[in-house]
């Protein structure tokens, strides 16, 4: 399984063949994906041979050799899609880095245009372009708007990141090492965007790490005693109760579970199991397009979760209304909390974090995991492998304190 491209260019005299192949490298019933590309031929100063010059890339992600069933079926077609995007993508730049090859007609066009222009096609969440526009006006007040993408190198992006570090909230006090790297990302997606439009080379804020490095909070997340909890627990506002447990459920984001109508709750009427001359129970998914990855996902439901839903109403309406996302209603979850004798400050990110702490605990499956979360970094996901291990290690303590 492989892919090749041949390049044809002015600034290449004569005809260049370069391949990257896509290849498993085979361990007991696993095969790990890796890229083997191959770059040319070089003459060995040592033995004045011939040699072929190639480089080979590990992937860390792999395919099961002999599947057993739809779950495994279902692993090795995710895998092999993610490992044929990586290998997309790795062609696209052999042909940049490599080859030079750039489109000069817009390095002269102004960066902030460029940048404004990126942030008008881009279909984001609110939250997510009102971040854009953040950046955009601090890199106005950093060096005004008059840079040309042509001018956007090394140093003017390291200055951009010394300008975070200096930068101060209207509380006087430094942004913080999150908020820094929030926002040095997002101007490296749009350079990424310029890189891929071949107008420039490279992207020359990847290599930029002066920034501090960024201070992950602990992810709190709600034991079964304590959902059961919030459950029994009445609050004044069923919008906002039915926001949190749906997304306890289901991992879903506000934005997602705003949008949510009867229509994308689906009911799988059951099947006779003739092998156990049975009728199998009803079953529930969700299907959504998240708004903020614009990935299609769908989530099974357990009965709990309908019950949390209430009624189903018609298939255009929305199953939770009056839902917004404001200060006031992060309040009062915070106080449905404590009224449930909670002695966690509630969040609408602890509602995501308990359904990831408690689908790795009974599954172990960290890439569904990262489907249903909307992850494009597997590492992000796998954090919930050390809760799941630090909430063990915290139960086993329990028990010797009992001798």
Request: net charge positive; charged share 30%; aromatic share 10%.
């Amino acid at each position: 399984m492989y892919e090749s491209i041949k390049i044809h260019t002015q600034s290449v005299r004569k005809s260049v063949r370069m391949k990257v192949k896509l290849r498993l490298d085979k361990k007991g019933n696993k095969g790990y994906y890796y890229l083997d590309a191959f770059e040319g031929y070089y003459i060995d100063p040592d033995t004045g041979k011939k040699k072929a010059k190639r480089h080979r890339e590990t992937l860390g992600i792999y395919r099961i050799l002999k599947p057993k069933g739809p779950v495994d079926r279902m692993h090795n077609k995710k895998m092999k899609s993610l490992a044929e995007e990586i290998l997309s993508n790795r062609n696209a730049e052999y042909i940049q880095n490599k080859f030079g090859l750039v489109n000069h007609e817009k390095k002269d066009m102004l960066f902030l245009d460029y940048f404004e222009s990126y942030i008008s096609q881009k279909n984001s969440s609110i939250n997510d372009l009102q971040v854009f526009d953040i950046v955009k006006n601090h890199l106005i007040k950093f060096n005004g708007r008059g840079t040309r993408i042509q001018d956007v190198d090394y140093k003017f992006c390291k200055n951009f990141a010394q300008y975070l570090m200096s930068v101060s909230k209207q509380t006087g006090k430094p942004l913080s090492s999150s908020t820094m790297d929030s926002y040095y990302k997002k101007f490296q997606l749009v350079l990424k965007e310029i890189v891929k439009e071949k107008i420039l080379p490279n992207n020359p804020a990847k290599d930029v790490n002066i920034l501090p490095k960024v201070i992950h909070k602990e992810r709190v997340f709600l034991n079964d005693e304590e959902l059961k909890k919030l459950i029994d627990t009445p609050l004044e506002q069923i919008n906002l109760k039915k926001f949190f447990l749906l997304s306890c459920f289901t991992g879903l984001r506000h934005s997602d579970c705003k949008k949510l109508k009867w229509k994308d709750v689906k009911e799988i009427a059951g099947q006779f199991n003739e092998s156990a001359t049975e009728v199998l129970p009803t079953t529930y998914e969700i299907k959504v397009t998240m708004q903020k990855t614009k990935s299609h996902i769908t989530i099974p439901v357990t009965e709990d979760c309908m019950k949390v839903l209430g009624e189903r109403k018609g298939e255009d309406d929305y199953v939770i209304t009056g839902l917004k996302y404001s200060a006031r209603a992060n309040s009062l979850i915070e106080l449905w909390g404590y009224k449930a004798g909670l002695k966690k400050k509630l969040t609408p990110h602890i509602a995501r974090h308990t359904f990831a702490t408690r689908f790795i605990r009974e599954s172990k499956d960290v890439y569904t995991l990262m489907h249903l979360l909307g992850h494009k970094d597997i590492s992000t996901t796998q954090t919930y492998l050390h809760l799941v291990d630090e909430e063990k290690r915290k139960q086993m303590d329990k028990l010797e304190n009992l001798m």
